[in-house]
């Protein structure tokens, strides 16, 4: 003997944690994802975050400091973000930070000449601070 379920509001659910807790959660999708309700999803875990020089080397030799509390913070999308240099100036510099997709998520102004420091906070979190050598753009 088969037996066939018809379709039916919250079908899809088939069951909840035990003593009556529910175990749904809110969560955000990707943009452009448009799932019907009882979708199975999976969730992309933001993983440890960390700096590393571009390929080919910088001019200048000032660092990336992530923050050491929390350097990802609320609502950070998962991937490579980048930090260039945009303006270059003696002993400082403005650069832009831009997200995975490639958006522009504000600039970091590095002032206080020699040593001096900028920090950046959306979505990462860190400081630059200036070296011996200059930046130049592009770094």
């Not at 609502?75 to 510099?93: E, K, L, M, P």
Request: charged residues 15%; proline residues 1%.
């Amino acid at each position: 003997m088969s037996l066939t379920e018809k379709a039916h509001a919250w079908g899809f659910l088939l069951s909840e944690q035990d003593n009556g807790n529910l175990s749904r959660d809110n969560g955000t999708l990707i943009s452009g994802q448009n799932l019907g309700a009882g979708t199975v999803l999976g969730k992309i875990t933001l993983g440890t975050a960390t700096a590393a020089a571009k390929a080919g080397g910088n001019s200048g030799n000032g660092t990336i400091t992530m923050d050491g509390s929390t350097p990802v913070l609320a609502f950070a999308d998962v991937g490579v973000y980048t930090v260039r240099c945009i303006t270059a100036a003696a002993n400082g510099g403005v650069f832009e930070v831009k997200n995975p997709t490639g958006r522009s998520l504000g600039t970091v102004t590095i002032s206080g000449g020699a040593g001096g420091t900028g920090s950046f906070a959306d979505q990462v979190k860190f400081v630059l601070t200036d070296g011996t050598g200059d930046f130049a753009v592009g770094d």
